[in-house]
């Protein structure tokens, strides 16, 4: 697994290990969706998981790059059956197609970060290889505040519902579906 630099050493970052262009071919959002996202501001969605459901609040006014490329892979049906690779006790890591912690949608997006979105207790953010820019469909949910990932890793929403269900997720529990609530 790929370590950053300035990265706590008693934890791995949330990084992807390999390649993550395991999946299909490019589909990455277009201007419109990114528009789109933008536009919407606040965006809410659901994780219905085999131990409880997640509820989401996504910032497609201050990430919408990140949050047009979620919403496409959730309505697409892309993260429903996936599972949760990762199960640490600071962080849950799942939408891997592989369930290896190395695949992805076939795609990258560029790295985004704003100021206001922070890696606190219930964040929902992009996992990715340690160049900034090689996110695909990876995210992790933070059980603890992880203030050193601040601004290296796209934080594009946070948990408004279900901490308790994300403390109790474990390696291989599944995200049975992922829906957008418009």
């Not at 993550?20 to 219905?48: H, K, L, M, V, Y």
């Amino acid at each position: 697994m790929a370590v950053l630099i300035g990265v706590s050493l008693r934890r791995s970052s949330p990084d992807q290990t390999t390649d993550p262009d395991s999946g299909a071919a490019n589909n990455s959002p277009t201007q419109e969706e990114i528009s789109a996202a933008r536009q919407a501001g606040t965006i809410r969605a659901r994780i219905e998981s085999t131990k409880g459901v997640i509820e989401l609040e996504l910032r497609g006014d201050l990430m919408p790059l990140t949050v047009a490329n979620f919403v496409k892979l959730a309505e697409s049906g892309f993260y429903d059956g996936l599972t949760f690779h990762r199960a640490e006790d600071w962080l849950i890591q799942g939408g891997d197609p592989l369930g290896t912690g190395t695949g992805g949608p076939g795609y990258t997006i560029k790295l985004e970060t704003h100021p206001q979105l922070k890696n606190v207790r219930g964040a929902l953010a992009m996992a990715r290889k340690s160049d900034p820019d090689s996110a695909g469909s990876q995210f992790y949910i933070l059980k603890e505040d992880a203030a050193w990932l601040d601004r290296q890793y796209a934080v594009f929403g946070y948990v408004t519902n279900g901490m308790d269900v994300v403390d109790k997720i474990q390696v291989g529990d599944r995200m049975n579906k992922v829906t957008i609530l418009r």
